[in-house]
């Protein structure tokens, strides 16, 4: 089975700080993705990553970066933690295969920003 | 752009009813479509998918069937339980996109009683 692990189940982090959650998949799958889940919103995509290296933006990848130095770990920061940054954070990854596009989640990191 | 619409919750069921969820798309392309369930606490799982027209997706007594006519992939279970109180959404994946954007609709979600 995919496993998606994520750094973190719950952080508090203060305005201004700097926010680094991890993400590690184990199936050696080309994508990996973050999302945050907010009440009455859904999932919105923050950034996605097809390859080491490579990086495309998402719908709401403001206040965000991502680094993806290695094919298994995906890194999402937050450079400036804001309260509207406050929500629930989930990374996923896709095994990039023509026509296999489900995709496996790990369990969130529930952010709060004071 | 493609969309996904899924019925508001909550939606709460005595042990042993009959469950459906609706779920409607748009889409430009030829979409897989996905469901996925979200237990208390964890990330999402794919519950179901379906790849084309008229496809039927089942897994631990649920089902979906890929309806193009009316762009719809409607979920049913014949006798929930307790254990399926979730969340529930309906997704798909373009493969224009070639897999990278995934539509998640808003989620569904699902209380049973005993």
């Known amino acids: 089975d995919v496993k998606v692990t994520q750094s973190s189940r719950y952080l508090v982090k203060r305005t201004g700080e700097k926010v680094f959650l991890e993400c590690v998949q184990d199936?050696?799958?080309?994508?990996m993705f973050w999302y945050r889940q907010d009440p009455g919103l859904g999932l919105r995509l923050i950034y996605f990553?097809?390859?080491?290296?490579?990086?495309e933006k998402g719908d709401i990848p403001e206040g965000y970066s991502v680094s993806r130095e290695k094919k298994e770990r995906f890194s999402l920061i937050l450079e400036s933690a804001s309260t509207n940054q406050t929500s629930m954070y989930l990374c996923?990854?896709?095994?990039?295969?023509?026509?296999?596009?489900?995709?496996?989640f790990g369990p969130g990191t529930r952010l709060t920003v004071t | 752009g493609d969309s996904v619409t899924q019925m508001e919750g909550p939606v709460t069921l005595s042990e042993e009813a009959f469950l459906t969820i609706n779920c409607t798309y748009t889409?430009?392309?030829?979409?897989?479509l996905f469901w996925y369930v979200q237990y208390p606490g964890e990330g999402l799982q794919l519950l179901l998918k379906?790849?084309?027209?008229?496809d039927k997706g089942s897994n631990k007594g649920f089902e979906a069937t890929y309806r193009k006519e009316t762009t719809s992939f409607h979920l049913e279970k014949g006798s929930v339980q307790v254990s399926d109180s979730a969340v529930y959404f309906c997704?798909?994946?373009?493969?224009?996109?070639?897999?990278?954007?995934?539509?998640f609709g808003a989620g569904t979600r699902l209380f049973v009683k005993a």
């Open positions: 996923a990854s896709s095994s990039g295969l023509a026509g296999i596009y489900e995709q496996y």
């Open positions: 199936m050696d799958h080309e994508n």
């Open positions: 990553s097809y390859d080491v290296k490579m990086k």
């Open positions: 889409a430009t392309g030829y979409p897989s």
């Open positions: 379906a790849t084309k027209a008229d």
């Open positions: 997704a798909l994946s373009d493969p224009g996109t070639g897999g990278f954007k995934t539509i």
